[in-house]
């Protein structure tokens, strides 16, 4: 994993926010628990759109997707941001096993893919990995 990228319109990585996207309000708020009780910033919203329309305009931290949403799902929003230079680590959360939607997260920037449910203490790890809080990340593998 590699630390947040940023937009052109920021080189500030000290105050990292976790961005969540997903249209289940339960899981949006216990993902916003666990990220807060981990000391972090956390951003909740309930749909991909949602986030296009209020996200901050200088964005600094990493995202956290839900793959299947109304509207525009998970992989599509990564792909949008990229299309537009933005690009921050990304965690994509899927309920669903299906080999293709994991490799078209990979193609699509995703530095990882985590099955629901999935164990508090991996996502975090996952999310601090994508931050550059850790020190020593050299047991993981870039995403292919």
């Known amino acids: 994993m590699r630390c947040a990228a940023l937009t052109s319109e920021s080189q500030n990585t000290t105050n990292p926010t976790v961005y969540i996207i997903d249209d289940d309000p339960a899981v949006r708020d216990s993902v916003r628990m666990l990220i807060e009780s981990d000391g972090l910033a ?3 919203f309930s749909s991909a759109e949602a986030f296009l329309n ?3 305009p200088v964005l ?5 997707l839900d793959v299947h949403m109304p509207g ?3 992989i ?4 949008h941001l990229h299309a537009r230079g933005i ?8 309920a669903y096993k299906e080999e293709s939607l994991i490799k078209r997260a990979r193609q699509a920037g995703a530095h990882a893919v985590v099955m629901k ?14 931050l550059g809080r850790h020190k020593n990340n050299d047991h993981v593998a870039p995403p292919p």
């Not at 690009?87 to 899927?94: E, F, G, Q, S, Y």
């Open 42 to 44: 956390a951003s909740t």
């Open 54 to 56: 209020d996200r901050p």
């Open 60 to 64: 600094v931290g990493c995202l956290v």
């Open 72 to 74: 525009m799902n998970g």
């Open 76 to 79: 599509e929003l990564l792909e």
């Open 87 to 94: 690009h921050l680590p990304t965690i994509i959360v899927t």
């Open 117 to 130: 449910p999935f164990k508090d203490v991996e996502l975090l790890h996952l999310i601090e990995q994508s």
